[in-house]
């Protein structure tokens, strides 16, 4: 400052706080270095997060409880960055083995665990990330029945559902309206949306609409439309033989996608997540879900509105 023409003292105490108070810059003594993992994730924080500084806003992430139903490619990348960021509690749920149909798209494949739990091949590879971390595995599926409060502690802070499929099968209205019950976040993503290239949504009543009201908004939005799904029977017999599909344990179903497509999904979520995650005072809650098109190079947006009819946003 002094170098820069300011030579009164007083000027210079006053320029600094104003500086300080706006956060514009920060007192280097107060920056802890003792978790020297995430500082230059920190420093981002001082920019990203208005609220506080970076170091307290490292702490809110650490603090912060996870539960991931789907061990697919896009919730398990997701899971990664959430990780990497510095989550550090978090329960996974997934009935499949790994096969060798997801080294294309599993960022956790590793051939060591074909034919083991997903759950166990994700668990090891986010320990060797951050040994740390807490990491409670389910090798069990959903079904309408299940009693799934065994899966989601009570004081969780979210719960992200990249099951197959989201909004077509009964798992995102059973776990919504446990979640709206138990007023615990919830993120739909991945699925078939992971192929569209689109980002998920957080239903967090009354911020945004109930579950209901976006199941009922996708209801109408694709009456017409209908799942394609590879088989056996319908792969072209000059593309690829059907004893080379059999000996790479290929399992019909699924719309098939690209790495590409559900990494773009999961890094365009977890920005959302991590800006929720820290308690960020400006977090939008915008409703929306985003769709890229890349033969377009543009991003489409898909707005979720209150039902009119809807019992539970009514009530
Ligand atoms: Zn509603």
């Known amino acids: ?36 993992r995430f500082i230059r994730q920190t420093t981002f924080w001082d920019d990203f997060v208005l609220d506080r500084s970076g170091t307290e806003s490292q702490l809110i992430l650490e603090r912060k409880k996870i539960v991931l139903l789907g061990c697919g490619a896009t919730g398990s990348k997701l899971l990664e960055v959430l990780v990497r960021s510095g989550v550090n509690d978090i329960t996974i749920v997934d009935y499949k083995n790994l096969s060798e149909s997801n080294r294309t798209s599993h960022n956790y494949y590793d051939k060591n665990y074909v034919g083991k739990p997903k759950v166990e091949a994700l668990q090891d590879f986010l320990l060797k990330i951050n040994k740390n971390i807490e990491v409670n595995p389910f090798n069990e599926k959903l079904f309408p029945h299940t009693d799934i409060s065994k899966w989601i502690p009570d004081d969780s802070n979210l719960i992200i559902n990249t099951l197959d499929e ?17 007023k615990i976040p919830f993120y739909v993503g991945g699925g078939f949306d992971a192929h569209l290239m689109s980002s998920g949504e957080i239903v967090n009543p009354p ?87 890349p033969n377009k190079g543009e991003m489409t947006i898909f707005k979720f509105e209150q039902q009119p009819k809807c019992k539970i946003c009514n009530e």
């Not at 989201?166 to 138990?182: C, D, E, F, W």
Request: aromatic share 10%.
């Open 1 to 36: 400052m002094l170098q820069m023409g300011i030579k009164n003292k007083e000027n210079l105490d006053g320029i600094l706080k104003f500086l300080l108070d706006h956060r514009l810059i920060f007192d280097v003594s107060e920056v802890d270095n003792s978790n020297s």
């Open 207 to 293: 911020h945004t609409p109930c579950i209901d009201c976006i199941q009922n908004t996708f209801s109408n939005a694709l009456k017409d439309w209908k799942p394609i799904y590879t088989s056996l029977d319908n792969l072209p017999a000059k593309l690829v033989s059907k004893d080379l599909v059999k000996r790479s344990n290929y399992i019909a179903g699924g719309a098939g996608g690209l790495s590409a497509m559900s990494s773009f999904s999961a890094n365009l979520s977890a920005l959302k997540l991590v800006n929720f995650l820290l308690d960020d005072s400006a977090f939008s809650y915008d409703n929306e879900r985003l769709e890229y098109l």
């Open 166 to 182: 989201p909004y077509i099968g009964h798992t995102s209205l059973k776990v919504g309206r446990y979640a709206q019950i138990k």
